[in-house]
């Protein structure tokens, strides 16, 4: 995300894996939402790919995070509160 300002960013999903980040990524593009996935630097750093330390953010501009969500909870990968 170096390219983004992270205060216009939200996060909108949290994956296990950078893959499963691509899928949610891919879905949310098909909505015509810019998606930006931000891996964490901490496991990154370390080249671990797999785990806790490997989660990948999936943010979207905080204008479409309310649009982003509730497509996520249509399509069944986020939980409804």
């Given amino acids: ?36 996935l931000d891996r964490d630097s901490v496991g990154s750093g370390l080249g671990i790919t797999d785990g806790l330390l490997s989660e990948v953010m999936v943010k979207v501009p905080k204008n479409l995070a309310g649009k982003a969500v509730q497509l996520l909870r249509a399509k069944q990968m986020l939980r409804s509160e």
Avoid: S
Wanted: net charge negative.
């Fill in 1 to 36: 995300m170096r390219n983004h300002d992270n205060d216009a960013w939200a996060a909108v999903f949290e994956a296990a894996t950078y893959e499963e980040a691509a899928i949610v990524k891919g879905m949310l593009e098909a909505a015509k939402i810019p998606v930006a």
